[in-house]
């Protein structure tokens, strides 16, 4: 059974950085997928980011030029680099990541707000 715990949240204003990081424990195979889910108030769960062992990624449209996705293969763990954050990007965070099943973490939340 996978586990991943998130860290890394908090409250930033506006324009300011975060990073949240998801170390993923109890993997028997390799992940192939990593990444970062989110559901903002009143609002569906979205892909944030994605990045394979091979470290391929993709982003949700509204963050690709803000936000970094990386992963350390060898830690089991995923990174996401926020920049430029605003308050539409307010959410719980929940990491991701697939071996042959999908694993979700508890998530962590992120408030943007002055």
């Known amino acids: 059974q996978v586990q991943l715990a998130e860290s890394g949240g908090g409250l930033v204003q506006p324009g300011g950085s975060l990073r949240l990081s998801c170390a993923a424990s109890?993997?028997?195979?390799?992940?192939?997928?990593m990444g970062w889910f989110r559901q903002g108030p009143g609002k569906e769960r979205e892909l944030v980011a994605i990045?394979?062992?091979?470290?391929?990624?993709n982003y949700l449209h509204s963050v690709k030029d803000r936000f970094t996705i990386s992963r350390d293969n060898a830690k089991n763990t995923v990174y996401l680099q926020m920049n430029s954050l605003k308050p539409e990007d307010t959410a719980v965070y929940l990491c991701?990541?697939?071996?042959?099943?999908?694993?979700w973490g508890k998530g962590t939340l992120v408030t943007v707000s002055s």
């Open positions: 991701y990541a697939n071996e042959g099943s999908p694993y």
């Open positions: 109890g993997s028997r195979f390799r992940l192939n997928a």
């Open positions: 990045i394979t062992y091979g470290g391929t990624t």
